[in-house]
Protein backbone atom coordinates (compact mmCIF):
# COMPACT_ATOMS: atom_id res chain seq x y z
CA UNK A 1 0.00 0.00 0.00
CA UNK A 2 1.42 3.62 -0.45
CA UNK A 3 1.17 5.74 2.07
CA UNK A 4 0.26 8.90 0.27
CA UNK A 5 0.22 10.94 3.28
CA UNK A 6 -2.68 12.83 2.03
CA UNK A 7 -5.91 13.80 4.38
CA UNK A 8 -8.49 13.57 2.26
CA UNK A 9 -8.68 11.60 -1.56
CA UNK A 10 -11.52 12.70 -3.35
CA UNK A 11 -12.70 9.98 -6.03
CA UNK A 12 -14.77 11.03 -9.08
CA UNK A 13 -14.44 13.21 -12.14
CA UNK A 14 -17.89 15.55 -12.67
CA UNK A 15 -18.36 18.76 -11.64
CA UNK A 16 -19.20 18.27 -7.65
CA UNK A 17 -15.62 16.32 -7.03
CA UNK A 18 -14.19 19.29 -8.75
CA UNK A 19 -15.43 21.75 -6.68
CA UNK A 20 -15.65 19.71 -3.43
CA UNK A 21 -11.84 18.91 -3.66
CA UNK A 22 -11.26 22.96 -4.22
CA UNK A 23 -13.20 23.69 -1.10
CA UNK A 24 -11.57 20.78 0.79
CA UNK A 25 -8.46 22.48 -0.41
CA UNK A 26 -9.45 25.96 0.82
CA UNK A 27 -10.71 24.51 4.03
CA UNK A 28 -7.75 22.42 5.04
CA UNK A 29 -5.23 24.52 3.96
CA UNK A 30 -2.34 22.30 6.36
CA UNK A 31 -3.29 19.22 4.71
CA UNK A 32 -2.96 17.55 1.52
CA UNK A 33 -6.52 16.45 -0.42
CA UNK A 34 -6.09 15.00 -3.51
CA UNK A 35 -8.18 13.93 -6.64
CA UNK A 36 -8.66 10.85 -8.50
CA UNK A 37 -10.29 10.90 -11.67
CA UNK A 38 -11.14 8.20 -14.29
CA UNK A 39 -11.07 10.51 -17.17
CA UNK A 40 -9.00 12.63 -18.57
CA UNK A 41 -10.91 15.97 -17.56
CA UNK A 42 -12.65 16.94 -14.30
CA UNK A 43 -16.00 18.26 -14.94
CA UNK A 44 -16.44 17.54 -18.18
CA UNK A 45 -18.48 19.84 -21.03
CA UNK A 46 -21.40 19.86 -17.93
CA UNK A 47 -22.56 23.60 -17.32
CA UNK A 48 -24.99 24.52 -14.49
CA UNK A 49 -26.78 27.69 -13.67
CA UNK A 50 -26.71 28.41 -10.15
CA UNK A 51 -28.10 31.49 -8.26
CA UNK A 52 -25.48 33.82 -7.35
CA UNK A 53 -26.41 34.14 -3.70
CA UNK A 54 -25.71 30.71 -3.23
CA UNK A 55 -22.43 30.55 -3.36
CA UNK A 56 -20.80 31.29 0.56
CA UNK A 57 -19.12 34.39 -0.23
CA UNK A 58 -15.92 33.00 1.51
CA UNK A 59 -15.79 31.01 -1.79
CA UNK A 60 -16.50 33.27 -4.22
CA UNK A 61 -13.18 33.66 -5.23
CA UNK A 62 -12.99 29.80 -5.82
CA UNK A 63 -16.11 30.20 -8.30
CA UNK A 64 -15.43 33.58 -9.90
CA UNK A 65 -13.38 31.18 -12.69
CA UNK A 66 -15.75 29.04 -13.53
CA UNK A 67 -18.36 31.38 -14.69
CA UNK A 68 -19.07 31.81 -17.99
CA UNK A 69 -22.16 33.19 -18.62
CA UNK A 70 -24.35 35.92 -15.85
CA UNK A 71 -27.58 37.35 -16.18
CA UNK A 72 -29.65 39.77 -13.93
CA UNK A 73 -32.87 37.96 -13.46
CA UNK A 74 -34.48 35.02 -14.64
CA UNK A 75 -38.34 33.37 -14.30
CA UNK A 76 -40.12 30.80 -13.01
CA UNK A 77 -43.35 29.52 -15.35
CA UNK A 78 -45.34 27.09 -13.82
CA UNK A 79 -48.77 25.95 -13.38
CA UNK A 80 -49.26 27.15 -9.56
CA UNK A 81 -46.72 30.00 -10.01
CA UNK A 82 -45.49 32.25 -12.69
CA UNK A 83 -42.72 34.86 -11.47
CA UNK A 84 -39.57 37.22 -12.57
CA UNK A 85 -36.93 37.50 -9.78
CA UNK A 86 -34.54 40.17 -9.94
CA UNK A 87 -31.69 38.16 -8.85
CA UNK A 88 -28.09 36.75 -10.36
CA UNK A 89 -28.03 33.75 -12.53
CA UNK A 90 -24.64 32.37 -13.17
CA UNK A 91 -23.50 29.42 -15.82
CA UNK A 92 -20.65 27.64 -13.97
CA UNK A 93 -18.13 25.55 -16.61
CA UNK A 94 -16.77 22.27 -15.93
CA UNK A 95 -14.32 22.76 -18.63
CA UNK A 96 -12.65 25.67 -16.76
CA UNK A 97 -12.98 23.84 -13.51
CA UNK A 98 -10.51 21.34 -14.75
CA UNK A 99 -7.91 24.73 -15.84
CA UNK A 100 -8.47 25.56 -11.96
CA UNK A 101 -7.26 22.40 -10.67
CA UNK A 102 -4.38 21.81 -13.04
CA UNK A 103 -3.30 25.18 -11.14
CA UNK A 104 -4.26 24.75 -7.96
CA UNK A 105 -2.89 21.15 -7.75
CA UNK A 106 0.60 19.44 -8.12
CA UNK A 107 0.40 16.56 -10.49
CA UNK A 108 1.06 14.12 -7.33
CA UNK A 109 -2.18 15.74 -5.88
CA UNK A 110 -4.42 15.76 -9.20
CA UNK A 111 -4.14 12.02 -10.81
CA UNK A 112 -6.27 11.81 -13.96
CA UNK A 113 -6.93 8.87 -16.35
CA UNK A 114 -6.63 6.63 -13.51
CA UNK A 115 -9.04 2.75 -13.58
CA UNK A 116 -10.35 2.13 -10.06
CA UNK A 117 -10.68 -1.05 -8.67
CA UNK A 118 -12.44 -0.59 -5.79
CA UNK A 119 -12.89 2.07 -3.17
CA UNK A 120 -13.28 1.99 0.68
CA UNK A 121 -13.31 4.61 3.11
CA UNK A 122 -9.72 5.13 3.82
CA UNK A 123 -8.01 3.57 0.56
CA UNK A 124 -8.37 3.37 -3.16
CA UNK A 125 -7.77 0.04 -5.27
CA UNK A 126 -6.42 0.82 -8.58
CA UNK A 127 -6.85 -1.44 -11.20
CA UNK A 128 -3.05 -1.33 -11.72
CA UNK A 129 -2.57 -3.15 -8.07
CA UNK A 130 -1.42 0.29 -6.34
CA UNK A 131 -3.45 1.26 -3.45
CA UNK A 132 -3.39 5.09 -2.41
CA UNK A 133 -4.44 5.35 1.09
CA UNK A 134 -5.82 8.63 3.62
CA UNK A 135 -7.53 9.23 6.84
CA UNK A 136 -10.65 9.82 4.68
CA UNK A 137 -11.81 8.64 0.92
CA UNK A 138 -14.57 10.76 -0.38
CA UNK A 139 -16.24 8.56 -3.45
CA UNK A 140 -18.37 11.48 -5.60
CA UNK A 141 -18.92 9.15 -8.24
CA UNK A 142 -21.83 7.67 -6.53
CA UNK A 143 -23.58 10.94 -5.86
CA UNK A 144 -26.43 11.77 -8.12
CA UNK A 145 -27.27 8.26 -8.74
CA UNK A 146 -29.09 7.47 -5.76
CA UNK A 147 -31.62 5.02 -5.47
CA UNK A 148 -35.64 7.02 -6.28
CA UNK A 149 -36.73 8.18 -2.79
CA UNK A 150 -39.64 5.82 -3.50
CA UNK A 151 -40.13 2.49 -5.28
CA UNK A 152 -43.04 4.27 -7.51
CA UNK A 153 -40.36 7.08 -8.18
CA UNK A 154 -39.61 7.26 -11.74
CA UNK A 155 -36.21 8.02 -13.11
CA UNK A 156 -35.45 11.01 -15.34
CA UNK A 157 -34.32 11.51 -18.89
CA UNK A 158 -31.81 14.85 -19.29
CA UNK A 159 -31.60 16.26 -22.54
CA UNK A 160 -29.69 19.47 -23.16
CA UNK A 161 -29.77 20.86 -26.86
CA UNK A 162 -27.80 23.53 -27.76
CA UNK A 163 -29.84 25.82 -30.43
CA UNK A 164 -28.62 28.26 -33.02
CA UNK A 165 -31.58 29.90 -34.66
CA UNK A 166 -31.18 32.10 -38.11
CA UNK A 167 -33.25 34.74 -36.29
CA UNK A 168 -32.99 36.35 -32.79
CA UNK A 169 -34.82 34.29 -30.21
CA UNK A 170 -36.13 36.80 -28.22
CA UNK A 171 -35.68 35.81 -24.73
CA UNK A 172 -34.20 38.19 -22.94
CA UNK A 173 -34.04 36.18 -19.78
CA UNK A 174 -33.36 32.33 -18.37
CA UNK A 175 -35.98 30.51 -18.04
CA UNK A 176 -35.09 28.99 -15.46
CA UNK A 177 -38.01 26.45 -15.11
CA UNK A 178 -40.95 26.12 -17.66
CA UNK A 179 -43.57 23.08 -16.86
CA UNK A 180 -44.58 21.55 -20.10
CA UNK A 181 -46.57 18.60 -18.80
CA UNK A 182 -48.48 16.86 -16.18
CA UNK A 183 -49.05 12.95 -16.00
CA UNK A 184 -49.73 10.22 -13.59
CA UNK A 185 -46.33 9.56 -14.52
CA UNK A 186 -44.58 12.61 -13.29
CA UNK A 187 -43.65 16.02 -14.85
CA UNK A 188 -42.05 17.30 -17.56
CA UNK A 189 -40.26 20.85 -17.52
CA UNK A 190 -37.65 22.69 -19.43
CA UNK A 191 -34.88 24.99 -18.88
CA UNK A 192 -34.06 27.98 -21.40
CA UNK A 193 -30.90 29.76 -21.26
CA UNK A 194 -30.10 32.66 -23.36
CA UNK A 195 -26.35 32.01 -24.50
CA UNK A 196 -25.92 35.00 -27.23
CA UNK A 197 -28.91 36.83 -28.86
CA UNK A 198 -29.46 33.35 -31.59
CA UNK A 199 -28.12 31.06 -29.45
CA UNK A 200 -30.19 28.96 -27.02
CA UNK A 201 -29.57 25.93 -24.59
CA UNK A 202 -32.37 23.97 -23.96
CA UNK A 203 -32.60 21.31 -20.71
CA UNK A 204 -35.75 18.93 -20.86
CA UNK A 205 -36.19 17.00 -17.92
CA UNK A 206 -38.87 13.80 -18.46
CA UNK A 207 -40.31 10.66 -16.59
CA UNK A 208 -38.52 8.00 -19.05
CA UNK A 209 -41.78 6.49 -19.16
CA UNK A 210 -42.97 9.19 -21.33
CA UNK A 211 -40.10 10.34 -23.11
CA UNK A 212 -40.23 11.21 -26.92
CA UNK A 213 -36.93 11.85 -28.53
CA UNK A 214 -38.40 14.61 -30.52
CA UNK A 215 -39.92 16.06 -27.54
CA UNK A 216 -40.59 20.08 -26.83
CA UNK A 217 -37.82 22.53 -28.62
CA UNK A 218 -37.66 25.95 -28.89
CA UNK A 219 -39.66 26.72 -31.51
CA UNK A 220 -38.23 29.47 -34.38
CA UNK A 221 -37.57 29.13 -38.01
CA UNK A 222 -34.14 28.22 -38.91
CA UNK A 223 -32.80 26.25 -35.70
CA UNK A 224 -29.90 24.40 -36.12
CA UNK A 225 -28.75 21.45 -33.35
CA UNK A 226 -25.16 22.78 -32.60
CA UNK A 227 -24.96 19.48 -29.48
CA UNK A 228 -27.15 17.18 -27.84
CA UNK A 229 -26.25 15.25 -24.76
CA UNK A 230 -28.39 12.71 -22.66
CA UNK A 231 -28.24 11.77 -19.17
CA UNK A 232 -30.60 10.16 -16.52
CA UNK A 233 -30.99 10.82 -13.27
CA UNK A 234 -32.70 9.68 -9.93
CA UNK A 235 -36.62 11.23 -9.51
CA UNK A 236 -35.03 11.78 -5.67
CA UNK A 237 -32.43 14.87 -7.37
CA UNK A 238 -35.80 16.42 -8.78
CA UNK A 239 -38.38 16.04 -5.96
CA UNK A 240 -38.90 16.61 -2.20
CA UNK A 241 -38.48 14.11 -0.59
CA UNK A 242 -41.11 14.57 1.87
CA UNK A 243 -43.41 14.84 -1.00
CA UNK A 244 -42.25 12.28 -3.59
CA UNK A 245 -45.79 10.72 -3.35
CA UNK A 246 -46.05 9.57 -7.08
CA UNK A 247 -43.88 12.06 -7.85
CA UNK A 248 -46.63 14.52 -8.76
CA UNK A 249 -46.12 18.13 -10.99
CA UNK A 250 -46.20 20.21 -7.10
CA UNK A 251 -43.65 18.36 -5.74
CA UNK A 252 -40.78 19.63 -7.79
CA UNK A 253 -37.91 20.84 -5.90
CA UNK A 254 -37.55 23.99 -7.71
CA UNK A 255 -35.22 25.25 -4.75
CA UNK A 256 -32.34 22.28 -6.04
CA UNK A 257 -32.71 24.32 -9.38
CA UNK A 258 -31.67 27.24 -8.07
CA UNK A 259 -28.89 26.14 -5.66
CA UNK A 260 -27.56 23.84 -8.01
CA UNK A 261 -26.16 21.54 -5.66
CA UNK A 262 -23.56 24.37 -4.06
CA UNK A 263 -25.49 24.29 -0.85
CA UNK A 264 -24.69 20.42 -0.29
CA UNK A 265 -21.51 20.57 -1.09
CA UNK A 266 -20.53 23.25 0.94
CA UNK A 267 -22.32 21.55 3.81
CA UNK A 268 -20.60 18.11 2.99
CA UNK A 269 -17.20 20.02 2.70
CA UNK A 270 -17.41 21.63 5.86
CA UNK A 271 -18.50 17.62 7.75
CA UNK A 272 -15.55 16.29 6.17
CA UNK A 273 -13.10 19.36 7.41
CA UNK A 274 -14.67 19.66 10.58
CA UNK A 275 -14.24 15.32 11.08
CA UNK A 276 -10.19 15.71 9.49
CA UNK A 277 -9.44 18.83 12.32
CA UNK A 278 -11.01 16.82 15.25
CA UNK A 279 -8.56 13.97 14.37
CA UNK A 280 -5.66 16.27 14.03
CA UNK A 281 -6.52 18.12 17.54
Known sequence: MECTGKTVIVVGSGLEAGVLALLLDRMLPHSDVMLVSEEPMVGGAHQKPVLLSAIPNSFLDLFDPLIVKAWSTFCVEGALRSERFNAQLVLLAGEQLHVELLERFAPSRLRLSTPIARVSHQSIHLASGEILSAREVVDVRQQGSIVPLAKHCPRYSVIVRDLDQEQPHGLAEPVLYSELERSVEGIVFAQYLPLTATMLREVIYSPEQI??????????????????????????????????????????????????GIGSLALQANQIAARQIRIVA
Open 211 to 260: WVDDGPTFKSTGTKVLRMERTTIAAGELFDGNECAGCGADAVNVASLLDG
